[in-house]
């Protein structure tokens, strides 16, 4: 980063004015540098949701919301989703360049190798309710990793901050398909070394052992593909909640466990379940128009699930890569007369011309489609999150180590511009009563 240039802060009538300096990245906006602004001024600034605030200076990923453009390490998702595979991503995301044939066969080897759960955690799941919503069990087995691996957990040495990268990318896919099996009270699949990535899990969601479990190549691909679009997504909700925990100098399982959290919520990685809910309650093509209307309504918080986006206001380029896999996964499994599928397809068109949705640059998102493409591939509603979870991982370990090995890191602690009760003392006893 260079500076290039100052920015004056002006405070009025009687008050003094503040030069901060304006400092450029390689692309994007500008960022004026307030770091000095208390000790100068005596003032914080005030952004709730961090709408006009960088958290972090990263190498990592590039977004441009206004043009619908997002870049892993320099490389367009378009290009990434075309010729690479999840591994390639990964192996780019932490590294920074994509591998060589020889670098990529010996990454692919490490992940497989440690894909296995330690028997112990596997006794973790039965502490759960039968019921439980696998990110329930995610969040607290992910979290329960740290309790294993002691001997590899400085966090300060970049070997350990590797070789933890490499168990959380390789256990995810395991620690999440279990967490189905044990819901659905099936016994529980080992991953197996002779499958892809993607293979692997849809193995370990849908094999049997009484069967053998055939892979199709276009549900594998359509997987794959969700997983690079989700790999990472800069400074996100579940990142940032990632990088703050791991700012104190957290484990990075309890750091993962963490964004994982995070990732749960609605207006999050729980936006392509809640997509699909939706489309479940509206239920008919008939009733589309209510919701919409409701979705308009200000005096009603309803809101269309999997529509609109903190960044993208133009497009996502996620959204328009899902939305060619999920049509590619439809006409395989010839399922584009689906109710539910015919209602989504609708829903989409009947958004995209409405004028409320249209002059707030409301468009489908990723999770609109990677919900249906999931659906699709007899993927629960109650895995989704866990999906992303899974895809997210390599991510939130990139940034993770990214802001580790950053000599400058410092514990991250917000202010807060305080509205409650001035200072007062405690009346007496009788007073009180
Ligand atoms: C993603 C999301 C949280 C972004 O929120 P945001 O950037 O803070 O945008 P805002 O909440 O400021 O919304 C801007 C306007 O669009 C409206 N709006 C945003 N998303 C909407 C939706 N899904 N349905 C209906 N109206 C919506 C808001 O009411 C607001 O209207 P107003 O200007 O008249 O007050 C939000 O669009 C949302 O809740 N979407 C549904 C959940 C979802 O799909 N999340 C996945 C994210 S990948």
Redesign the pocket.
């Known amino acids: 980063m260079v500076q290039k240039g100052t920015a004056t802060l002006d405070f009025g009538k009687g008050g003094q004015s503040i030069e901060l300096p304006v400092i450029s990245g390689t692309m994007g906006p500008d960022v004026v540098d307030i770091r000095t602004l208390h000790a100068k001024s005596g003032m914080f600034t005030y952004d709730p949701?961090y709408i006009s605030t960088a958290s972090s200076s990263s190498e990592i990923t590039f977004i441009d919301g206004d043009e619908g453009i997002l870049l892993y390490r320099g490389y367009p998702i378009e290009q990434l989703a075309a010729q690479c595979d999840f591994i390639d991503v990964c192996y780019l995301l932490m590294n920074g360049e994509l591998p060589t044939s020889e670098q990529k066969t010996s990454f692919d080897n490490t992940i497989k190798n440690h894909s296995m759960l330690h028997e112990q955690l596997v006794k973790f799941y039965t502490g759960f309710r039968r019921d439980a919503h696998p990110m329930a069990l995610m969040v607290g087995v992910v979290g329960a990793l740290s309790a294993f691996y002691h001997e590899a957990m400085d966090i300060t040495n970049a070997a350990h901050r590797e070789q933890s990268a490499f168990r959380l990318i390789a256990k995810l896919p395991t620690i999440a398909a279990m967490a189905y099996k044990y819901n659905i009270g099936q016994p529980f699949i080992y991953p197996r070394n002779n499958l892809s990535y993607a293979e692997n899990f849809l193995h370990m969601m849908f094999a049997v052992p009484t069967e053998e479990y055939k892979l199709n190549p276009v549900l594998v691909r359509a997987l794959d593909r969700i997983l690079i679009l989700h790999a990472d997504h800069e400074q996100n909700a579940s990142t940032s909640t990632v990088r703050l925990a791991g700012s104190s100098g957290a484990n990075p399982y309890a750091c993962i466990s963490a964004g994982i959290a995070c990732l749960w919520g609605?207006?999050?990685g729980g936006?392509n379940e809640?997509?699909l809910n939706m489309l479940e309650e509206i239920g008919d093509v008939s009733r589309i128009d209510e919701y919409i209307q409701r979705?308009?309504n200000?005096d009603d918080p309803y809101?269309?699930?999997?529509?609109?986006?903190?960044v993208y206001k133009n497009f996502d380029p996620r959204a328009k890569l899902m939305r060619e896999t999920c049509h590619e996964v439809l006409n395989e499994l010839g399922l584009q007369n689906d109710r539910l599928f015919k209602l989504a397809l609708q829903l989409e068109k009947i958004a995209l011309e409405d004028e409320?949705?249209i002059s707030?640059k409301?468009y489908p998102?990723?999770?609109?489609y990677s919900g249906i493409v999931q659906r699709a591939l007899g993927i629960p509603t109650f895995m989704f999150t866990a999906i992303f979870a899974m895809a997210r991982t390599v991510g939130w370990v990139a940034q993770w180590s990214e802001m580790i090995s950053d000599p400058n890191h410092r514990i991250g602690r917000p202010r807060q511009l305080y509205t409650g009760i001035t200072m007062r003392n405690i009346p007496s006893a009788a007073l009180r009563k």
């Open positions: 949701g609605p207006a999050h936006a809640a997509c979705a308009k200000k809101r269309l699930m999997g529509f609109g986006h903190r409320y949705f707030r409301l998102n990723v999770d609109f």
